[in-house]
């Protein structure tokens, strides 16, 4: 069993509202034993309701995740909160797609998910996902061409630089 961990970042002041749009919506999803993805949800695409366009930060051992969103709630303090972590069986179909099946759905994502890797929307700096099923979020509507412009908006958010020196240090 696996833990896939939905957290959202909150960026403006007062009262914590999930649904708020411009938050930054992170999951951290397992992708086999040695290895998970942190990923950030760019928005659902419109044409396609339940199907969310996520970037990939880091593709790293689970420990190694731990350790840089350790690092993000010590930056962030209050403002990085989990909202889910559910147990769930991964599988992997290859050539980038995974299915996420969850012994109890949660809260916001409520249902069995896919992740697919979409290599026509990616390039050298960004590798674009989409991510299917039923989950209760607000986001930005994108379709591909707002991908990269809202991505990049999320990821300075996050602080890109930062992301930049975990990179390297892989």
């Known amino acids: 069993m696996f833990d896939f961990k939905y957290y959202v970042l909150k960026n403006y002041k007062g009262i914590f509202r999930k649904r708020h749009s411009g938050n930054v919506h992170i999951l951290i999803v397992p992708t086999s034993i040695h290895e998970s993805l942190y990923l950030v949800i760019v928005g659902e695409i419109i044409k396609e309701p339940n199907s969310f366009v996520c970037q990939l930060v880091i593709r790293q051992s689970q420990e190694f995740i731990e350790k840089v969103i350790q690092s993000e709630q010590d930056k962030f303090k209050n403002n990085l909160i989990l909202i889910e972590n559910l147990s769930c069986r991964v599988n992997d179909l290859g050539q980038g797609k995974y299915v996420y099946v969850f012994n109890k759905t949660g809260r916001?994502?409520?249902?069995?998910?896919?992740?697919?890797?979409?290599?026509e929307y990616t390039t050298d700096k960004t590798k674009i996902y989409v991510l299917r099923g039923n989950i209760d979020l607000e986001t930005n509507d994108?379709?591909?061409?707002?991908?990269?412009?809202?991505?990049?908006?999320?990821l300075a958010y996050l602080g890109r630089k930062y992301h930049d020196e975990i990179n390297m240090r892989k």
């Open 142 to 154: 994108v379709n591909p061409k707002t991908f990269k412009m809202i991505a990049m908006k999320k």
């Open 108 to 119: 916001y994502i409520k249902s069995d998910l896919s992740l697919t890797f979409e290599p």
